[in-house]
């Protein structure tokens, strides 16, 4: 087992890429901490993990919220007795986000307030918990869209995902002598709940993005999860302040 008795903490749990990273975290052995505001959903996650037989507890955690970070890494601890692994996977990309001339301001600074101040303070307060045990890895969600531009553009949500990308290498600079690598991941489109909700509903828009997509399929929750894994356990010692694209090729696709 990969990550046999690491403490790894998922965010945006409850769903998507989330729930199968919780499973397939499990399945190499981690104790999984499943964050998300969504307790049903959330709570069901770490349902199915235990059924599987698994080891997981759900903690109630608002990314955007100081307070909820915090009381959600101290309960981790607690349960668990430190914590290992943050994968900073919770993220929005709200159909009002278009061009910087028509966004809503209140869209745009929600989008930050999760996809950024949410890797801030879920990295403040797990950091920590990894530097008293003298290692510890950091897996950040970025996107494909923060190293391309798009004529369709969503650019709340890219220029948060470029933010992610440069707070990822600062973390790998800072916190490597301690023992803590960060890395970040940049996946193309992935069929999740969010991106269905959002593109495949229009097939239109569906067939479009899947005519530049060089693998001819959208990306699958377990194509970014095996990279995690590898990232959240001992193989990846000496990968730090790496941007991994898995993409399916489409940013090298020039038309």
Known sequence: MRLKDKVCVITG???GMGRVACELFAREGAHVAALDIVD?????TARRVRA?????????????????VRH??????????G?????????????????VIDTPVEVWDRVMAVNVRGI???????IPEMMRRGRGSVINIASFVAQIGCSVPQDAYTASKGAVLSLTKSLAIQFRPEGIRTNAICPGPIETP???????KDEAAKQLRLSRQPSGRFGRPEDIVNCAIYLASDESDWTNGAIITIDGGITSNYF
Do not use: Q
Request: charged share 20%; hydrophobic share 45%.
């Open 13 to 15: 749990a409850a769903s």
């Open 40 to 44: 049903d959903a959330g709570a069901d």
């Open 52 to 68: 599987a037989g698994g080891e997981a507890a759900y903690f109630h955690c608002d990314v955007a919220d100081e307070s909820s």
């Open 72 to 81: 959600a890494m101290e309960a981790v601890a607690s349960r668990y007795g």
């Open 83 to 99: 914590i290992d692994v943050l994968y900073n996977n919770a993220g929005i990309m709200p159909e009002a986000d278009h061009s």
């Open 120 to 126: 801030f303070l879920c990295c403040k307060y797990a």
């Open 194 to 200: 969010l991106m269905t909700e959002w593109l495949l």
